[in-house]
């Protein structure tokens, strides 16, 4: 696959393509620019490292990248799932300072399941339900991953399965495809030190030789955080 022409912004916000600039000026500008933005986090573990330690380090990459968005401020936009539910729940409950910004996705035939966290309000405000228990998962799943992209203005994507997953694809490339389609231009941030379908997309982009992620890291840094499975130094990379 390759990479989209980044010349087609689709409304998405810029990446950033200037070096780094320390200073308390720069900071407040990067964190006044991250506060504006609604970030799309896509993450799962693979089937794989199910009860092993790589999908404890899935959770430590997770949040990590979590604790960074709120922050900075910026708005957390995600689908629910019985494990990543309660995680984003028990870090908003420890973040200090202004009450993160969530916007929950979750189908409607998955209500009566969902984590009794999902209902929450106080952290998650109203979830947002989304589908129709009665159609093909596939269409469920598209009804579900549509308003996510299109709320979106920048995403991030974490290990994912890369068997056992619902649907005709990976969940995680179909989502990184997805919000491509609609915002060509826009940041994306590939972890790819937990493995899963992430580091797949990560293969692929190195074999096409192009910058499938335009987040305005310079090589070696892009590089850094592709193999990384140091959790602050993960956040450290995209809070840059």
Do not use: C
């Not at 060509?184 to 096409?208: F, S």
């Amino acid at each position: 696959m390759t990479q989209p022409s980044a010349t087609q912004t689709g409304g998405a916000v810029p990446p950033r393509t200037d070096t780094v600039t320390t200073g308390a000026g720069a900071s407040d500008r990067a964190g006044a620019a991250a506060s504006a933005l609604s970030v799309f986090l896509s993450a799962s573990v693979p089937d794989e490292l199910a009860g092993t330690a790589g999908a404890q380090r899935v959770y430590d990459l997770l949040a990590s990248v979590v604790r960074a968005l709120f922050a900075v401020g910026a708005e957390l936009v995600f689908g629910g799932h019985p494990t990543i539910t309660p995680l984003v729940h028990r870090l908003a409950r420890e973040h200090a300072g202004a009450p993160p910004r969530i916007a929950l996705y979750q189908l409607e035939r998955f209500r009566t399941d969902a984590p009794p966290e999902t209902h929450d309000e106080a952290v998650f405000g109203p979830v947002h339900w989304v589908g129709n228990p009665a159609a093909e998962m596939a269409d469920d799943l598209a009804a579900l991953r549509v308003p996510m992209v299109e709320r979106a203005r920048a995403a991030v994507f974490i290990a994912g399965k890369t068997a056992g997953f619902r649907g005709a694809r990976p969940g995680i490339r179909e989502e990184y495809e997805r919000f491509r389609a609609r915002l060509p231009a826009a940041p994306v941030y590939l972890m790819g030190g937990a493995g899963g379908e992430t580091a797949r997309i990560i293969a692929d982009a190195e074999a096409d030789g192009a910058d499938w992620e335009l987040n305005g890291l310079d090589p070696p840094a892009r590089e850094l955080l592709h193999r990384a499975d140091d959790p602050a130094l993960v956040a450290a990379l995209i809070g840059r």
